[in-house]
């Protein structure tokens, strides 16, 4: 079984749309949770670390589900700026856990 | 603001030449870790490191060799190039929040390579 698991997409959304990419992750353990952006062969930057309580950024919105073992991002208003690829980053010790990524693609 | 800092950004490699791609930081990150991506995919661990000495494999070591003789710089070695190689190499480095996990970890732009 995978260390964490993304639908890759892609997503095609308008603008002003609100999205959502969930990501679920196997090893209970894990401690530290992270969504990344990542452009076109760029390297990964970090989006938000993602909370128990919950966080959100802006437009961001970040939520931890322990019990369940997923971690979700809603972008709500969504720009083209924001086309990329969301990375979930789950850490359960010295490793961090890379999903294959959601590609996102707005649409003017 | 260095960050992490990668060189070089591009290389072009024959089969069999050896080369390595270095990786500093200037944050004192006790981690620091290697990844390969290959177009359309995920990033894959190749080696890490939680402090000067000490280095592990990850989930594809195999035709690479890593050394931490410093906090600060994390070089990757490719002795025998091959074609399978050919990939975008990422150095990360992070912290530690004692029992709280990590912190994030911060890129370098990435050294794209082929070996031809």
């Known amino acids: 079984r995978k260390e964490v698991e993304q639908d890759p997409g892609p997503f095609n959304v308008p603008e002003g749309a609100t999205v959502a990419f969930n990501c679920t992750y196997s090893?209970?353990?894990?401690?530290?949770f992270f969504w990344y952006r990542q452009d076109c062969r760029k390297e990964p930057k970090l989006l938000m670390s993602?909370?128990?309580s919950g966080n959100e950024d802006g437009r961001f919105t970040a939520q931890l589900n322990r019990a369940s073992q997923y971690i979700s991002l809603l972008i709500r208003d969504s720009k083209l700026s924001d086309s990329a690829t969301y990375l979930c980053v789950v850490n359960p010790g010295n490793q961090f856990y890379f999903g294959t990524g959601t590609s996102l693609t707005v649409i003017p | 603001n260095a960050g992490v800092t990668q060189t070089p950004k591009f290389r072009i490699l024959k089969i069999g030449q050896s080369m390595t791609l270095q990786c500093t930081q200037d944050m004192n990150h006790n981690y620091m870790y290697w990844y390969r991506q290959d177009p359309g995919m995920g990033l894959k661990l190749i080696y890490y490191?939680?402090?000067?000495?000490?280095?592990d494999k990850g989930e594809v070591p195999n035709g690479y060799n890593v050394s931490r003789s410093t906090t600060e710089d994390f070089p990757l070695r490719l002795e025998l190039a091959a074609p399978s190689q050919t990939s975008v190499y990422f150095c990360a480095s992070s912290s530690v929040l004692g029992t709280k996990g990590n912190q994030p970890q911060h890129f370098g732009d990435g050294t794209r390579l082929s070996i031809l």
């Open positions: 993602v909370y128990s």
């Open positions: 490191s939680v402090g000067a000495g000490i280095t």
């Open positions: 090893n209970s353990a894990s401690q530290s």
